[in-house]
């Protein structure tokens, strides 16, 4: 069965490895490029004890940088051209008839096809990972942006878990619905479905966020590569305003109830005035310390969904007729 | 049929190859196969014919373990069918749309057969081929459909099934082809001597009656006719004769199938008896006409128009 699987998908394969190299000589490259840029940057920044406009200066190529971003649709991808047509091409062929009816049963073929693309797959997205995650080395100590949604999805192993799931979801609906193209539509649609609900209600929940609360006039950072989830002003009597860019814009906001004492003043001295009215600045946060946490956790959802989608297609399998 | 066979079966009943008891399916809206009894002793050549839409594949695909009954039973070598590698690898099965993949060889198909199946007799199948002047690396969706059609029958051979299950394995064959096809069939069943028991549905009579020595006549869904087709043949005749009622003869003899123009009558009868009624005129009976007549149509010409009346 391993051989029937390979002489199937031995072309695709074959094609993967040479965009993976492909990808790879150009991470390879770029990367190291970026690499000596910010390490002379702060070479020379560090000699002249201004480091502080690190931050704006540009590392690498506008193309690459876009190449990069764009491996957030790896998964899907795989899900759509190897993970739907796995059963449904074979159905829609009728090649099942020959392949179920030889000395292996349905359940076999099923497996072992199915366990050596879901290897496959996830070893290319976990390849395409690694570069990405190397090569962003540089932008992610200048940016500190690592754990930051659509930096965290191409990074470390949560790519891993989104291909598993994706070309699970496939093999899934081209068994049940056993055409290739509505198969392809199904994994599309679930695919992005299921990531966006995962991001928006459960990854900021999974631990408990850490909430910073301090003065209106001072200032505080989360330390290294945090996700900040929301920050703003607390006004004395407990009421949160999220404010992403800072207490200075609140209090210019109309919504914010400036107490009419501290009205028609300057910026700072309204900023001061509301800190003796009892007005407080907020933070909230997933810490650095966080990130393999976090990525352990979004990666284990998506494998668990795998499982569960690949459970329902050997029962779709065995039970309904070729 | 002679006496001598007749007592040898008395004594000896064949083993069963396949047995089916009230074997129905029904799809969503459509019943497929409804309570299908039937029976193919071992070592048969088995035509399996029928209207179309009579059920004959999905009869076939249910043997073969590709569809489960919605009811009743089949025994296959006194197995259910199922997902089983002991049951499969004795089961042959060609569908009628011979699928194979396309982009592969029929010497890359016979590498994944080998992989495949426990009992694999690569060689054969590319002795086979190799005879018949088939490219063995070309892929397969290049080569004819006779051609094709002769690389999924080796490779089902290679196997070495039990029990092989044709589907309408020559419908899109040109004669020649159709020719090649049965020869390889006819050779391949002498080959085994006897273990190998074969259905074959098809709707050509001629071929039928080259290869096939049992018969089993299924319209809707009901098997109308089983038995051997020598036996068959002998026990049936066509009597032509007079316009007449026909409550006498009917009284020793079976009529299947009656055909009457103005002045004549010509009746197909299961004959019970000796035949005295000097006013007909008894003939042999050919395979084809023994099918219409039951099957309740008849495609020669000269009655083309005429009114059929049924009473099997």
Same mark, same amino acid.
């Given at each position: 069965?391993t051989?029937?699987?390979?002489?199937?998908?031995?072309?695709?394969a074959?094609?993967?490895l040479?965009?993976?190299?492909?990808?790879?000589?150009?991470?390879?490259?770029?990367?190291?490029q970026?690499?000596?840029?910010?390490?002379?940057?702060?070479?020379?920044?560090?000699?002249?004890?201004?480091c502080?406009?690190?931050?704006?200066?540009?590392?690498?190529?506008?193309?690459?940088?876009?190449?990069?971003?764009?491996?957030?649709?790896?998964?899907?991808?795989l899900?759509m051209?190897?993970?739907?047509?796995?059963?449904?091409?074979?159905?829609?062929?009728?090649?099942?008839?020959?392949?179920w009816?030889?000395?292996?049963?349905r359940?076999?073929?099923?497996a072992?096809?199915?366990?050596?693309?879901?290897?496959?797959?996830?070893?290319?997205?976990?390849?395409?990972?690694?570069l990405v995650?190397?090569?962003?080395?540089p932008?992610?100590?200048?940016?500190?942006?690592?754990?930051?949604?659509g930096r965290f999805d191409?990074?470390?192993i949560?790519?891993?878990?989104?291909?598993v799931?994706?070309?699970?979801?496939?093999?899934?609906?081209?068994?049940?619905?056993?055409?290739?193209?509505?198969?392809i539509?199904?994994?599309?649609?679930c695919?992005?479905?299921?990531r966006?609900?995962?991001?928006?209600?459960?990854?900021?929940?999974?631990?408990?966020?850490?909430?910073?609360?301090?003065?209106?006039?001072q200032?505080?950072?989360?330390?290294?590569?945090?996700w900040?989830?929301?920050?703003?002003?607390?006004?004395?009597?407990?009421?949160?305003?999220?404010?992403?860019?800072?207490p200075?814009?609140a209090?210019?906001?109309?919504?914010?109830?400036?107490p009419?004492?501290?009205?028609?003043?300057?910026?700072?001295?309204?900023?001061s005035?509301?800190?003796a009215a009892?007005?407080r600045?907020?933070?909230?946060?997933?810490?650095?310390?966080?990130?393999?946490?976090?990525q352990?956790i979004e990666?284990?959802?998506f494998?668990a969904?795998?499982?569960?989608l690949?459970?329902?297609?050997?029962?779709?399998?065995?039970r309904?007729?070729? | 049929?002679?006496?001598?066979h007749?007592?040898?079966?008395?004594?000896?009943?064949?083993?069963l190859?396949?047995e089916?008891?009230?074997?129905?399916?029904?799809?969503?809206?459509?019943t497929?196969?409804?309570?299908c009894?039937m029976?193919?002793?071992e070592g048969?050549?088995c035509?399996?014919?029928?209207?179309?839409g009579?059920?004959?594949?999905?009869?076939?695909?249910?043997?073969?373990?590709?569809?489960?009954?919605?009811?009743?039973?089949?025994?296959?070598?006194?197995?259910?069918p199922r997902?089983d590698?002991?049951?499969?690898?004795?089961?042959?099965?060609l569908?009628q749309?011979?699928?194979?993949?396309?982009?592969?060889?029929?010497?890359?198909?016979?590498?994944?057969?080998a992989?495949?199946?426990s009992?694999?007799?690569?060689?054969?199948?590319?002795?086979r081929?190799?005879? #018949?002047?088939?490219p063995l690396? /070309?892929?397969?969706?290049? @080569?004819?459909?006779?051609? *094709?059609?002769? =690389?999924a &029958? $080796?490779?089902?051979l290679?196997?070495?099934?039990?029990?092989?299950?044709?589907?309408?394995?020559?419908?899109?064959?040109d004669?020649?082809?159709r020719?090649?096809?049965?020869?390889?069939?006819?050779?391949?069943?002498?080959?085994?001597?006897?273990?190998?028991?074969v259905?074959?549905?098809?709707? #050509?009579?001629?071929?039928i009656e /080259?290869?096939?020595?049992? @018969?089993?006549?299924l319209? *809707?869904?009901q =098997?109308? &006719? $089983?038995?051997?087709?020598?036996?068959?043949?002998?026990?049936?005749?066509?009597?032509?004769?007079?316009?007449k009622?026909?409550?006498?003869l009917?009284?020793t003899?079976?009529?299947?199938?009656t055909t009457?123009?103005?002045?004549?009558?010509?009746?197909?009868?299961?004959?019970?008896?000796?035949?005295?009624d000097?006013?007909?005129?008894?003939a042999?009976?050919? @395979?084809?006409?023994?099918?219409?007549?039951?099957?309740?149509?008849?495609?020669?010409?000269a009655y083309?128009?005429?009114?059929?009346?049924a009473e099997?």
């Amino acid at each position: 069965m391993t051989y029937l699987t390979w002489r199937q998908h031995r072309q695709q394969a074959l094609v993967a490895l040479a965009l993976l190299a492909a990808f790879a000589v150009l991470m390879l490259i770029t990367g190291l490029q970026a690499a000596a840029q910010w390490h002379a940057a702060l070479a020379g920044c560090s000699a002249a004890r201004a480091c502080g406009s690190l931050r704006d200066i540009f590392l690498g190529s506008h193309a690459v940088g876009f190449l990069v971003v764009l491996t957030l649709i790896v998964p899907a991808l795989l899900g759509m051209l190897l993970g739907a047509p796995l059963v449904a091409h074979e159905l829609e062929t009728r090649t099942t008839q020959f392949a179920w009816t030889q000395g292996a049963t349905r359940a076999r073929w099923l497996a072992v096809r199915v366990g050596w693309l879901l290897l496959g797959t996830a070893a290319f997205a976990g390849a395409v990972s690694a570069l990405v995650t190397w090569w962003s080395g540089p932008a992610n100590a200048q940016q500190a942006s690592g754990f930051n949604p659509g930096r965290f999805d191409i990074m470390g192993i949560a790519p891993v878990g989104y291909t598993v799931f994706a070309v699970a979801l496939g093999i899934t609906a081209g068994t049940v619905i056993r055409r290739v193209v509505p198969a392809i539509g199904i994994t599309v649609a679930c695919f992005i479905a299921v990531r966006a609900a995962v991001f928006i209600g459960l990854r900021q929940h999974y631990q408990a966020a850490v909430t910073h609360v301090y003065g209106l006039t001072q200032s505080f950072a989360p330390p290294g590569a945090a996700w900040q989830l929301a920050a703003g002003v607390v006004a004395p009597g407990g009421g949160r305003l999220s404010v992403s860019d800072g207490p200075a814009i609140a209090v210019n906001v109309s919504s914010v109830t400036v107490p009419a004492s501290c009205r028609g003043l300057e910026d700072a001295a309204t900023l001061s005035c509301m800190q003796a009215a009892g007005f407080r600045q907020f933070i909230t946060y997933q810490p650095a310390g966080r990130y393999w946490a976090f990525q352990a956790i979004e990666a284990g959802i998506f494998v668990a969904l795998a499982a569960a989608l690949i459970a329902v297609a050997f029962v779709v399998l065995r039970r309904r007729d070729a | 049929m002679s006496e001598p066979h007749r007592v040898k079966v008395v004594a000896a009943p064949p083993a069963l190859a396949i047995e089916t008891s009230g074997l129905t399916k029904r799809y969503r809206r459509v019943t497929a196969l409804s309570e299908c009894s039937m029976v193919v002793p071992e070592g048969r050549i088995c035509a399996l014919i029928g209207p179309n839409g009579a059920g004959k594949t999905t009869l076939l695909r249910m043997l073969a373990g590709l569809a489960a009954p919605t009811a009743g039973t089949a025994s296959v070598l006194g197995g259910t069918p199922r997902q089983d590698p002991a049951f499969l690898a004795d089961i042959g099965f060609l569908a009628q749309e011979m699928p194979l993949y396309r982009r592969m060889s029929a010497a890359d198909h016979i590498k994944i057969g080998a992989h495949l199946n426990s009992r694999w007799d690569g060689e054969s199948a590319r002795a086979r081929l190799l005879g #018949l002047d088939i490219p063995l690396g /070309r892929a397969v969706g290049t @080569l004819s459909g006779g051609q *094709r059609a002769q =690389v999924a &029958l $080796a490779l089902t051979l290679a196997k070495k099934p039990r029990v092989l299950l044709l589907d309408e394995p020559v419908a899109a064959l040109d004669p020649l082809a159709r020719r090649h096809f049965l020869g390889t069939l006819t050779s391949a069943v002498a080959e085994t001597d006897g273990a190998l028991t074969v259905v074959l549905s098809s709707h #050509l009579i001629a071929d039928i009656e /080259r290869v096939c020595d049992y @018969l089993i006549l299924l319209t *809707r869904s009901q =098997v109308q &006719l $089983a038995g051997d087709i020598e036996d068959l043949l002998a026990e049936h005749k066509v009597l032509i004769g007079p316009k007449k009622d026909t409550g006498a003869l009917a009284a020793t003899h079976t009529v299947v199938h009656t055909t009457t123009t103005a002045r004549q009558s010509t009746l197909l009868v299961r004959v019970g008896g000796p035949l005295i009624d000097p006013a007909y005129e008894a003939a042999d009976i050919s @395979l084809e006409e023994l099918v219409l007549g039951y099957m309740g149509a008849s495609a020669a010409p000269a009655y083309a128009g005429l009114t059929t009346v049924a009473e099997g």
